[in-house]
């Protein structure tokens, strides 16, 4: 029991605290450049490095939980148990990068970086790349686990579908030319790499929620 509810708290606490982390962190438009975006984080660089821990907690909290999660689900007699191996080993690493690309935000809100020599704005680029190469990691790992929670009938089989299409959402969207679908100079094909990755996003948080949630309700049935 104590395994499981450990991971579904992890599910359902680490969204829950991204969400209010969304509400702590400094304002950065998409469209800013990236000297522009970096130098909004050091003016406001308390609350930079506030939200930025906050959500490093949440994402790890999350991303751990849900390999945890696809962890349990492996073993010789259970159906999908490689494909829950395989989301287990793309959500570990989907952390590590996160952990990674958190330490090096995190570094520039220290003024001896720039003393030093350090180049905010392309430190600040490398991060978010290594931001977005996350999710493509993590869409991997909720479309494996989603179609093992279907072949394995594990907490419930329209959740694994979901959480199937939440990832391929995400996945479609990293492949895909993403920009605004509001802008005029968004191309369709833009667009719609920008609609699937949004839709990708916004399911992941749910699905993570109710799969944390349904992962307690279990723990506490057992």
């Not at 793309?90 to 970086?113: C, R």
């Not at 290594?130 to 093992?148: E, K, V």
């Not at 369709?188 to 699937?196: L, P, Q, R, V, Y």
Request: hydrophobic share 50%.
């Amino acid at each position: 029991m104590g395994s499981k509810m450990l991971t579904g708290s992890m599910l359902l606490g680490g969204m829950l605290l991204g969400i209010i982390m969304v509400f702590v962190e400094p304002s950065v438009s998409d469209t800013d450049s990236f000297a522009i975006a970096v130098q909004k984080l050091i003016d406001n660089s308390t609350q930079a490095r506030l939200s930025g821990v906050g959500f490093t907690i949440a994402i790890l909290g999350a991303l751990i939980g849900l390999g945890y999660l696809a962890r349990s689900m492996q073993g010789e007699q259970k159906p999908g148990s490689d494909l829950a191996g395989l989301a287990s080993v793309f959500a570990f690493l989907a952390a590590a990068v996160v952990t990674v690309s958190a330490g090096i935000q995190l570094s520039l809100m220290d003024a001896s970086y720039t003393d030093r020599g350090g180049d905010v704005a392309n430190a600040y680029a490398i991060s978010e790349g290594l931001g977005q190469s996350m999710f493509g990691l993590l869409g991997a790992a909720m479309f494996l686990l989603g179609i093992a929670i279907v072949r394995q009938k594990n907490l419930n089989q329209i959740v694994g579908g979901l959480t199937a299409l939440s990832g391929a959402f995400f996945l479609f969207g990293m492949l895909m030319p993403s920009g605004d679908p509001g802008l005029a100079e968004t191309s369709t094909a833009e667009a719609i790499g920008g609609i699937s990755w949004f839709i990708g996003f916004l399911s992941w948080i749910i699905m993570t929620m109710v799969l944390g949630g349904l992962t307690i309700k279990q723990a506490r049935s057992s």
